[in-house]
């Protein structure tokens, strides 16, 4: 029986598609699928391609789950992330063939308009992963949005619309999101865009993230594990476009360990970690990463534990580094940014 649903965590950067689908085929990916209906109907008619769609809200998996089962196919998967996430970390330029993206969540309002999915920033991304003459399919029913969304096409270097227009206003033949039925029943205007990427090389701007070796410092320190713990204030640093925030520290009730929580944040992913400071046989301090949560060892996470490394040997004037394997000094007058 197929397994229809891929689990972020166990996906490589980037994936191999032609293995998690076990045969090479042309990748088409919908984004924001809700209730998976068009999502089953397009891995139906398009039994010649891999079809993924991204959702991320858990309700939205199940009901996809539940289409793509009661389709009948075997070439549909889902996958709890977010678009961005999935774009830049899962795939490898050029290997997306199609992307629709069917009534993207409008945020309507004035000041929230910088949080639509569509913008400038997302096109490159898509244009980054996108396939020279691969297709990009938008719907929406919002006027500005349509209008920002076209005025957004028409200014990027990567991508022509197959039509004479921006969009056009008539889809016949396609199947009906739940949106775009709700729209339709309201007399709204829904606008349909399909532009293609052309062949204009993307800008290298979407590295695919880097997994680390397990960041961790040794440190010698007189202070006791509860005198670190008496002295610990909320850190933050911030290097390059990585940010992390280490606002808590919590004593375990085993006597040789304290947890720090860690916020990282570093495009396109952001996490919550535990950062522990371990008092080893020998006397030394141990920083390093909790395996609690299955945390990325990212370069925001060696940012993390040389942010409270620094903060440890800013306590005591002894204190002194045995070993690390971070690519920032632990000097903590240094400025490493
Ligand atoms: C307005 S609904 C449209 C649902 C469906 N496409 C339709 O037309 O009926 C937008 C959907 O996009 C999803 N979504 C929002 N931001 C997303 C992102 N960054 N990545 C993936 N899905 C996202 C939401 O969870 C929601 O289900």
């Given at each position: 029986m197929t397994n229809f649903e891929l689990y972020a965590r166990e996906l490589?950067?980037?994936?191999?598609w032609t293995a998690v689908y076990h045969r090479p085929a042309p990748l088409l990916l919908e984004i924001g699928?809700?209730?998976?209906h068009f999502l089953a109907g397009l891995a139906q008619q398009r039994s010649e391609a891999n079809v993924l769609g991204v959702e991320i809200t858990r309700p939205s998996i199940r009901r996809g789950l539940k289409k793509l089962q009661a389709a009948g196919v075997t070439n549909g998967r889902v996958l709890q992330a977010s678009a961005e996430y999935l774009l830049w970390a899962c795939c490898a330029p050029g290997v997306v063939r199609e992307v629709f993206i069917n009534?993207?969540?409008?945020?309507?309002k004035g000041k929230q308009?910088?949080?639509?999915?569509?913008?400038p920033r997302f096109l490159a991304l898509l244009a980054a992963r996108l396939s020279a003459g691969g297709l990009l399919h938008i719907a929406t029913d919002v006027a500005d949005y349509a209008q920002a969304i076209a005025a957004d096409l028409v200014q990027s270097p990567y991508f022509e619309s197959l039509?004479?227009?921006?969009?056009?206003?008539q889809a016949d033949g396609r199947v009906r999101t739940k949106y775009e039925q709700l729209a339709l029943v309201a007399g709204s205007t829904c606008h349909y865009f399909t532009w293609q990427r052309n062949a204009v090389p993307a800008a290298d701007e979407f590295p695919i993230p880097q997994e680390t070796p397990m960041p961790h410092a040794i440190l010698y320190s007189p202070l006791s594990l509860l005198e670190i713990a008496n002295r610990f204030t909320p850190l933050h640093d911030t290097a390059a476009d990585i940010h992390v925030r280490l606002p808590m520290l919590f004593k375990s009730q085993q006597e040789h360990l304290l947890l720090v929580e860690a916020y990282i944040n570093e495009e396109p992913i952001s996490q919550r970690v535990g950062l522990l400071i371990k008092r080893r046989a020998d006397g030394h301090y141990l920083i390093g990463l909790s395996e609690m949560g299955f945390p990325w060892p990212t370069p925001g996470v060696q940012l993390a534990i040389a942010c409270l490394a620094r903060w440890l040997i800013s306590l005591a004037a002894d204190t002194a580094v045995r070993h690390h394997n971070l690519p920032y000094s632990l000097d903590p007058k240094t400025d490493h940014r």
């Amino acid at each position: 029986m197929t397994n229809f649903e891929l689990y972020a965590r166990e996906l490589a950067w980037p994936v191999d598609w032609t293995a998690v689908y076990h045969r090479p085929a042309p990748l088409l990916l919908e984004i924001g699928f809700g209730g998976g209906h068009f999502l089953a109907g397009l891995a139906q008619q398009r039994s010649e391609a891999n079809v993924l769609g991204v959702e991320i809200t858990r309700p939205s998996i199940r009901r996809g789950l539940k289409k793509l089962q009661a389709a009948g196919v075997t070439n549909g998967r889902v996958l709890q992330a977010s678009a961005e996430y999935l774009l830049w970390a899962c795939c490898a330029p050029g290997v997306v063939r199609e992307v629709f993206i069917n009534f993207p969540d409008p945020w309507p309002k004035g000041k929230q308009t910088h949080r639509r999915l569509i913008n400038p920033r997302f096109l490159a991304l898509l244009a980054a992963r996108l396939s020279a003459g691969g297709l990009l399919h938008i719907a929406t029913d919002v006027a500005d949005y349509a209008q920002a969304i076209a005025a957004d096409l028409v200014q990027s270097p990567y991508f022509e619309s197959l039509f004479e227009t921006p969009f056009v206003t008539q889809a016949d033949g396609r199947v009906r999101t739940k949106y775009e039925q709700l729209a339709l029943v309201a007399g709204s205007t829904c606008h349909y865009f399909t532009w293609q990427r052309n062949a204009v090389p993307a800008a290298d701007e979407f590295p695919i993230p880097q997994e680390t070796p397990m960041p961790h410092a040794i440190l010698y320190s007189p202070l006791s594990l509860l005198e670190i713990a008496n002295r610990f204030t909320p850190l933050h640093d911030t290097a390059a476009d990585i940010h992390v925030r280490l606002p808590m520290l919590f004593k375990s009730q085993q006597e040789h360990l304290l947890l720090v929580e860690a916020y990282i944040n570093e495009e396109p992913i952001s996490q919550r970690v535990g950062l522990l400071i371990k008092r080893r046989a020998d006397g030394h301090y141990l920083i390093g990463l909790s395996e609690m949560g299955f945390p990325w060892p990212t370069p925001g996470v060696q940012l993390a534990i040389a942010c409270l490394a620094r903060w440890l040997i800013s306590l005591a004037a002894d204190t002194a580094v045995r070993h690390h394997n971070l690519p920032y000094s632990l000097d903590p007058k240094t400025d490493h940014r």
